[in-house]
């Protein structure tokens, strides 16, 4: 059968069980099964337990086998907010960080995201797609199954549908999932400096009901932040997205405490992400509000910013995400062992807490945790089996990946082999 495959003998079979997200305490709940094993059918999780039970209910003659001896084996990682799809680089902005120059005065500067815009402008609809097969490729190696990728490198009708449109396509002909987010309000475009009211309408009049009629992206965000794009702006422009079917997310709480995170709770958004500098109230609002709190720390290393309370959010019942923000400018890296050794060493979460984080938790911040996050029935047969006996390696291990094979559907996608 096709995507159809018997994984036995895993040493420790980490399901991150669960078809919702996991908040506070519940995040160091793993759900690890000893000598376990899964059954893959038709790309479908069709049965979970020891091995010694799987066995004698289903006959491994019809299954592609892997024997998982020694090896832990875990759910396929979710990374839940990423811009992937772009054209340019921008080398030059991170030397000037390294000098102590800020991410708002780069943007000042003509750097930041407007750099990244002329580039995406300029290169074509299949230079992106080649340039983004070969980023997916790199994700897949690290054990990345599912991935969100947000437009917002146009500014502009034309380049931001070519942007969703290349998503689109690599969404058909790559193995990984991608869900996509409509992020047209990521910065003031040069042609409206001081009309920032006017772009905003801009882009609810002009961009976003194409958009919505075609289809090309499941979500809405945008760059709640001060001197980009206001509370007041923000909340009209998520408002109109959420009438044209979208659901809701905000780059949230970044560089000042503005209200984001009110903002998230209020509106009942899927994820608000950043929250470096988000408020104890906002943090505890979106707890109460179930808003996936994501959280980027490689972003934070690389801007030399302080982390996000991570352990502060998790103390206080929120469900916590984490997610590479793999960009051009200001985190130009798709590593999760980078991200692992970040949270765990840096933001005081427990490697249990950054699993849950980066599968379960990942998950629902695409409002996807019914269908991938966890080793459970009934699920995508999205699995990664470790080079090592245990999960907690894969922090252990500083910086390096400790996947040896990824599965995606059913159907091996990746072997380090």
Request: glycine residues 8%; contains cysteine.
């Amino acid at each position: 059968m096709k995507g159809s495959i018997l994984i036995k003998n895993a040493s420790e079979l980490v399901t991150c069980h669960g078809y919702e997200p996991k908040a506070g305490k519940d995040m160091s709940d793993l759900h690890i099964i000893k000598n376990g094993a899964v059954v893959i059918e038709d790309g479908i999780i069709k049965a979970v337990g020891k091995t010694d039970d799987i066995l004698k209910e289903y006959d491994e003659n019809k299954y592609t086998v892997i024997d998982a001896y020694n090896k832990a084996v875990l759910p396929g990682f979710v990374d839940s907010h990423t811009h992937f799809v772009f054209g340019g680089y921008r080398a030059e902005e991170f030397s000037w960080r390294i000098e102590g120059v800020s991410y708002m005065d780069i943007m000042n500067r003509g750097g930041g995201i407007v750099n990244s815009v002329e580039g995406t402008k300029k290169a074509t609809k299949q230079e992106l797609i080649e340039l983004g097969k070969k980023r997916l490729d790199s994700m897949l190696s690290f054990g990345v199954t599912s991935v969100e990728g947000k437009s917002g490198y146009g500014l502009d009708f034309d380049t931001e549908i070519k942007q969703l449109e290349v998503m689109e396509e690599l969404n058909k002909i790559h193995p990984m999932d991608i869900y996509t987010t409509f992020l047209g309000a990521h910065a003031v475009p040069k042609n409206y400096k001081g009309r920032t009211d006017e772009f905003i309408d801009y882009i609810i009049e002009e961009v976003m009901p194409v958009v919505a009629e075609k289809k090309l992206a499941e979500f809405c965000d945008v760059f709640c932040e001060k001197n980009v794009f206001s509370i007041e702006q923000s909340r009209k422009l998520l408002l109109e997205a959420r009438k044209l079917g979208m659901k809701l997310k905000l780059h949230a709480d970044e560089i000042v405490q503005l209200g984001g995170s009110e903002l998230a709770a209020e509106l009942n958004a899927i994820s608000a992400d950043h929250l470096l500098q988000a408020s104890d109230e906002g943090i505890k609002a979106m707890a109460k509000a179930k808003v996936i709190t994501t959280l980027l720390p490689a972003t934070a290393f690389s801007l030399k910013e302080d982390f996000a309370r991570g352990r502060y959010m998790i103390d206080n019942g929120c469900a916590v995400a984490l997610a590479s923000d793999l960009n051009p400018g200001s985190c130009f890296t798709e590593s999760i062992p980078l991200i692992f050794a970040l949270a765990t060493l840096y933001m005081n979460m427990s490697v249990e807490e950054a699993i849950t984080a980066l599968t379960i938790n990942g998950a629902a911040a695409v409002d996807k945790a019914d269908i991938i996050g966890s080793i459970d029935v009934g699920k995508k047969g999205d699995v990664i089996i470790l080079e090592h006996p245990s999960y907690k390696f894969i922090p252990y291990h500083i910086g390096v990946s400790v996947v040896e094979k990824v599965i995606k559907g059913g159907m091996l996608v990746f072997d380090k082999a």
